[in-house]
């Protein structure tokens, strides 16, 4: 089978020689029980490796070479000529990133007549047009749980560093100065605030939890209600709408999936309806809000910041007006792809892989759309409309 893999490219310096630490921690289950990756072929690299650039191959190259695969890896994914386009047409399987996608459009897909395998390494499968890989009877599968706990320290650390103030003052202390009235006259202590997430799933909780010993009052809103012990656990306020939450709400989060009726949710409307003064952190997907509506709602003030990791389109051009825009905190693409997590999700690539070459079912928890429709996983995150 020919497996195209499309990767973010290496650091500018170069694959690394070394690293900062020795080792990750290992971790023995995730929080809700679901187990970890357990391929049945040993793993081809070291946990703690950079494995989601094209030297790091997601360390398959072995596994799928020994059984007589092919396996391409490139970060040249686009154009008509580029080597994934190219090579798009008899591919049996895609592998991509959501850091890095090679988005799988409707046209894409009905170029690749020989796809059966749309495989995610890492979380959120939205660059798929997943209505066509259903029709077309592709299995689209990623690695639930892989970097959930990832994305939500990451977003604990940017609701913190937002309120605080910590980029501009660090910005102060690299250039020499000592600017306590500049640095101090935007930062507060989050103590106290009320803090909402919209979508409280593996990563929403997670926040949720981490977040309640700095003595902040949780809110939280999606389709349906968490648990009443759970509720109860976090002291957690239920809101049936985001347009409750957001005016209730000092500090809010986007954590739901992309999907047609919640791309642009975050709209003047939307944002409209928040306190002046309110932080929004989106490392859920870009498409989630309105791109200039974000720049207007910080311009008036309306926003005290924004911050996130995701963009759209990835990479984002040089010009995107969130690199530039008044009191972000954004970084590239990179929560959910720690070398912690892509440990987990390059194990958990190389199971989906193993179960689809030998024939055995892949996980529910894994599978985004099998059989024409979704299912596992992607039938209760997605939807079609
Ligand atoms: P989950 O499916 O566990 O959680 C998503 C939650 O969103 C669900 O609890 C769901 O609850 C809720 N939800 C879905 N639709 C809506 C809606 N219309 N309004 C309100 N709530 C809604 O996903 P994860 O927590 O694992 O991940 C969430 C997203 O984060 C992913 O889809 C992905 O886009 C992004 N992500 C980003 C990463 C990064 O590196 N930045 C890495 C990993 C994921 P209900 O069905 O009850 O509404």
Same mark, same amino acid.
């Given at each position: 089978?020919?497996?195209?893999?499309?990767?973010?490219?290496?650091?500018?310096?170069?694959?690394?020689?070394?690293? @900062?630490?020795?080792?990750?921690?290992?971790?023995?289950?995730?929080?809700?029980?679901?187990?970890?990756?357990?391929?049945?072929?040993?793993?081809?690299?070291?946990?703690?490796?950079?494995?989601?650039?094209?030297?790091?191959?997601?360390?398959?190259?072995?596994?799928?070479?020994?059984?007589?695969?092919?396996?391409?890896?490139?970060?040249?994914?686009?154009?008509?000529?580029?080597?994934?386009?190219?090579?798009?047409?008899?591919?049996?399987?895609?592998?991509?990133?959501?850091?890095?996608?090679?988005?799988?459009? @409707?046209?894409?897909?009905?170029?690749?007549?020989?796809?059966?395998?749309?495989?995610?390494?890492?979380?959120?499968?939205?660059?798929?047009?997943?209505?066509?890989?259903?029709?077309?009877?592709?299995?689209?599968?990623?690695?639930?749980?892989?970097?959930?706990?990832?994305v939500a320290e990451h977003v604990v650390m940017m609701v913190l560093s937002?309120?605080?103030?910590?980029?501009?003052?660090?910005?102060? *202390?690299?250039?020499?100065?000592?600017?306590?009235?500049?640095?101090?006259?935007?930062?507060?202590?989050i103590?106290?605030?009320?803090f909402?997430?919209?979508?409280?799933?593996?990563?929403?909780?997670a926040i949720l939890r981490r977040l309640?010993?700095f003595?902040?009052?949780?809110?939280?809103?999606?389709?349906?209600?968490?648990?009443?012990?759970?509720?109860?656990?976090?002291?957690?306020?239920?809101? *049936?709408?985001?347009?409750?939450?957001?005016?209730?709400?000092?500090?809010?989060n986007?954590?739901?999936?992309?999907?047609?009726?919640?791309?642009?949710?975050?709209?003047?409307?939307?944002?409209?309806?928040?306190?002046?003064?309110?932080?929004?952190v989106?490392c859920?997907?870009?498409?989630?809000?309105?791109?200039?509506?974000?720049?207007? @709602?910080?311009?008036?003030?309306?926003?005290?910041?924004?911050?996130?990791?995701?963009?759209?389109?990835?990479?984002?051009?040089?010009?995107?007006?969130?690199?530039?825009?008044?009191?972000?905190?954004?970084?590239?693409?990179?929560?959910?792809?720690?070398?912690?997590?892509?440990?987990?999700?390059? *194990?958990?690539?190389?199971?989906?892989?193993?179960?689809?070459?030998?024939?055995?079912?892949?996980?529910?928890?894994?599978?985004?759309?099998?059989?024409?429709?979704?299912?596992?996983?992607? *039938?209760?995150?997605?939807?079609?409309?």
């Amino acid at each position: 089978m020919k497996i195209l893999c499309v990767l973010y490219p290496d650091p500018v310096t170069g694959y690394p020689p070394a690293y @900062a630490r020795e080792d990750i921690p290992v971790i023995s289950t995730y929080p809700d029980g679901q187990t970890l990756p357990s391929p049945r072929a040993p793993l081809g690299f070291k946990p703690g490796q950079l494995l989601g650039c094209v030297s790091g191959e997601l360390g398959l190259r072995a596994y799928l070479e020994s059984h007589g695969h092919q396996l391409i890896v490139t970060s040249d994914r686009d154009g008509p000529y580029s080597v994934f386009e190219t090579n798009l047409a008899d591919a049996d399987v895609v592998i991509s990133q959501p850091f890095y996608p090679a988005y799988l459009s @409707a046209d894409r897909i009905a170029k690749a007549r020989c796809l059966k395998l749309a495989l995610t390494a890492g979380i959120g499968s939205d660059h798929v047009d997943l209505k066509a890989a259903a029709a077309r009877g592709i299995t689209v599968a990623e690695q639930t749980f892989s970097n959930s706990i990832s994305v939500a320290e990451h977003v604990v650390m940017m609701v913190l560093s937002l309120v605080r103030n910590y980029l501009p003052s660090h910005e102060y *202390a690299v250039e020499g100065d000592w600017n306590i009235a500049d640095c101090v006259s935007r930062s507060y202590d989050i103590e106290g605030m009320h803090f909402g997430t919209i979508g409280a799933g593996r990563i929403g909780l997670a926040i949720l939890r981490r977040l309640k010993p700095f003595d902040v009052r949780l809110h939280y809103n999606q389709r349906h209600r968490l648990s009443a012990e759970v509720e109860r656990e976090l002291n957690l306020t239920f809101h *049936a709408t985001p347009e409750s939450l957001v005016q209730a709400c000092d500090i809010v989060n986007l954590q739901v999936p992309l999907y047609p009726s919640t791309e642009g949710m975050f709209d003047d409307n939307l944002l409209g309806l928040m306190k002046r003064g309110s932080y929004l952190v989106n490392c859920a997907r870009g498409r989630l809000c309105d791109q200039d509506a974000v720049v207007r @709602a910080l311009n008036s003030g309306r926003l005290a910041g924004y911050a996130g990791d995701v963009w759209y389109p990835q990479p984002a051009p040089v010009d995107h007006p969130w690199r530039t825009m008044m009191h972000n905190g954004m970084t590239p693409h990179m929560s959910g792809s720690s070398l912690s997590a892509q440990a987990r999700y390059a *194990a958990g690539t190389l199971e989906i892989l193993q179960c689809f070459l030998e024939g055995r079912s892949i996980r529910p928890e894994y599978v985004i759309v099998e059989h024409g429709q979704l299912a596992g996983t992607g *039938a209760r995150s997605y939807n079609l409309t």
